[in-house]
């Protein structure tokens, strides 16, 4: 079998998606994401101008050799662009080899695991009594894990907090970034009391999660860690920024709250040590940032060494193509945690026809032979990329910070 061709589409129903679509000589074509949230073209440029030229005439089942053909081959190792790049034609050719041989790509990752992955839900509001609301929602419609996100008082905003009943995502189509302001007093004196109410409203049964999108110093992280060990959350997540892994050390000499991190690491070697030194409980890394299925197993097998699971980032800016691929992998490795689910729009649904589902508090990989994914490319079409950016962060007097 031998790669005939590839292409790169845009498309924006609701938000930006980078499809990657390599065909194989056999009429067999995969499919890859590559979206990257507000750097949409700079993946699509790397992989039409740089990589795709050198994949064509390829064996696609030669997924081992072509990811350290692209990883290693590249003088330029890592970073997010090339990373996506790499991770689209990785889940592209896993997607062709379970076609080819008529198979779910979970069967060929060493079958299943466990028949139906946990996933979160998002709950937020604007205040606490929308987002108690919200996560009565999210319950009614069986979730069993909950990520709570709340509108902080004295601040217009805040993260993860939607605005006008819509979801909180996507990234702004406006000229330039939004600028946001952000207080960590603000934000610290408030959110113990938060979750005091939600456990006093729901009890201990569902699952809480909460995300602090980077914002603490190692000090403020386990402050807030320590003041919600009494509410047993299952993950406090990105509490600092993890481009210093050494942070989470002072994180973990004083709270034992289970700590998430990796939506933005693109390699091991952005998290072996939180691995090694068992600094964190969750490695959120998915298929698409992350480079792929192939490195994203070698991954989790080394995370598994030190009782370190998974929780694969799964916010709306993963396509159903990497969130399918997610759960391929998610169904066949021992030390699968939870799943993101942020559920799509429904015209994403119809762009993206898919056969996982979600039943009862859990997502289910399809049986459909490779991902299980297909891509309306007339539908997407009429749906044009428009450029976004993700909001940037400042401090009440003005200081950059982090988003
Ligand atoms: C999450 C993430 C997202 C990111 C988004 C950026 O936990 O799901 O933090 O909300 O901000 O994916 O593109
Ligand atoms: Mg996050």
Known sequence: MKISDARVFICSPGRNFVTLKIYADEGVYGLGDATLNGRETAVASCLTEHLIPCLLGRNPFDTEDIWHYFYRGGYWRRGPVTMAAIGAIDMALWDIKGKALGTPVYNLLGGKSRTKMLAYAHANGADVSQTLDAVEQEIALG?????????????????????????????????????????????????????????????????????????????????????????????????????????????????????????????????????????IDYIRMTVSHGGGITPLIKTAAMAAVYHIKTGCHGATDMSPVCLSAALHFGAAINNFGIQEHMRHNELTREVFPHDYSFKDGYLLSGERPGLGVDFDEALAKKHPYQRAYLPVNRLEDGTLFHW
Do not use: M
């Open 143 to 279: 979730y069993k894990a909950v990520r709570v996100q709340c509108g902080v008082p004295g601040l217009a905003h805040a993260y993860g907090v939607a605005s006008g009943g819509i979801p909180y995502e996507p990234a702004s189509r406006s000229t330039r970034p939004i600028e946001e302001v952000w207080s960590t007093e603000k934000y610290l004196n408030f959110i113990p009391a938060l979750f005091d109410k939600i456990r006093e409203k729901f009890g201990f049964d569902i699952h809480l999660l909460h995300d602090c999108h980077n914002r603490l110093t190692p000090i403020e992280a386990a402050r807030l860690g320590k003041s919600l060990e009494p509410h047993n959350l299952f993950w406090l997540e990105d509490p600092v920024p993890a481009e210093l892994q050494e942070g989470f050390q002072a994180i973990r000499r004083h709270t034992v709250v289970p700590l998430a991190a990796g939506e933005v690491f693109n390699t091991v070697y952005d998290c072996h040590k939180l691995l090694a030194e068992q600094l």
